[in-house]
């Protein structure tokens, strides 16, 4: 190692100073002249100019106005270890330094991807042995698709190739993740969608509901997927997929009845059950995993976000041993990706796992800091004129905004008020998100008490001015 040049201290002195002397309005001009962001309308955004995040550490971004803001959704639900761990950063320059990059392809494989998968096979339920990777949750889920056909092609069934996933799931922005997915507005603009998908409706009681119990409502919404079975013919069903939770469409978290509905159904007609565990995964409800809070046994599990605490991109499958034991007999699979299993994201994913695991982080949100911001936010909210509903578990909370919570009759202009309420959070310091009226919060599972009471007051004084907008 002695021959190795290290470039850090100076390299990175310049490019701070550089930015530094960089006011914000300069960056907003470099960044409207050459980069087109994702899921944004690019041309009221330039009008305007982006907030610049210039570092974080824990729980808190600054921006380049010096202004200290908490970050209430970890990122975009990722940043599970919170910000500025020098553990991880150590394992990266390490990797780095002794292997950047080599790839699994041709009968190759290296320390780190070996590493990760021990430890997965350790932290994931039993049966979970065998991990495919990638770069993200969209490619986890193009990863799913093609290792469920692989699956019945190499049992000899062929014919199941439709996968049931719901309206308003998100499985990711790629072609097949965006097909999996039911976001209507993502539908519209791609030029075709991937074949044998269908949607069934989503259980949303508190939108959809109507006069059924939250209980009945879970039976009847997870029965679609029978008859959706029945009416495609089991022979020709694959898989259901689904968020344990829907995350970016809400924090919809459904009633109790239905995951182990789902399972019934999917175990009846031989159905392979997918779990998008993108968001839930890696503690974001006190479980390691958001479908061993639901209570239900999924045959593969799509990976990401928490699997690095998104310090660097990394995505992976979890392959349950029926599964994999088929697709390990079952020849050539035809699938990879120049940075599967890339070693300096398995090294930063191993430090990210034991971080969650011998750090405690995990015992922490499910023991203390969960339960804690669970109670701490429906005292403050509960009976709230703007709240119809708070859901969620462990770190992760969505809160309908309602035009009367006790009929559950919702804003007409369906987003006009979630966004003026994240107005409000922008001008006061605090990350928290607008789906449409629902506001979400999913911070970093490193938060502590006290910065959940910050959380939530700020939350509740963004909601209290949001009201009063309404008169
Ligand atoms: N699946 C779920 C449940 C997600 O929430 C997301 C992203 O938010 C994805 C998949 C896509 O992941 P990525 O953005 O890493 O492609």
Redesign the pocket.
Known sequence: MSNVFDPRPATHAVASQTRAARATREWQQLDAAHHIHPFSDMGSLNKVGSRVITKAEGVYLWDSDGNKIIDGMAG???VNVGYGRKDLAEAAYQQILELPYYNTFFKTTHPPVIELSQLLAEVTPAGFEHFFYC???????DTVLRVVHQYWASVGKPGKKYVISRKN??????IA?ASL?GMGYMHEQMPSQVSHIVHINQPYWFGEGGDMTPEQFGLQRAQELEAKILELGAENVAAFIG?PF???GGVIFPPSTYWPEIQRICRKYDVLLCA?????GFGRTGEWFAHQHFGFEPDTM?L??GLTSGYV?M?AVAINRRIADALIDGGDFNHGLTYSGHPVAAAVAVANIRVLREGGVIDQVKHATGPYFQDTLRQALDGHPLIGEIAGAGLVAGMQLTEDAKTRKRFANGGDIGLQCRDHCFRNNLIMRATGDRMLLSPPLVISKAEIDELVGKAKLCLDLTAKDLG
Do not use: R
């Open positions: 975009l639900w990722c770069n993200s949750g969209s490619e986890g889920n799931g998100y499985h990711g922005s790629t993740g997915g968020e829907q995350g970016a998008d565990e993108v968001i839930g799509t990401a976000k991109p995505g």
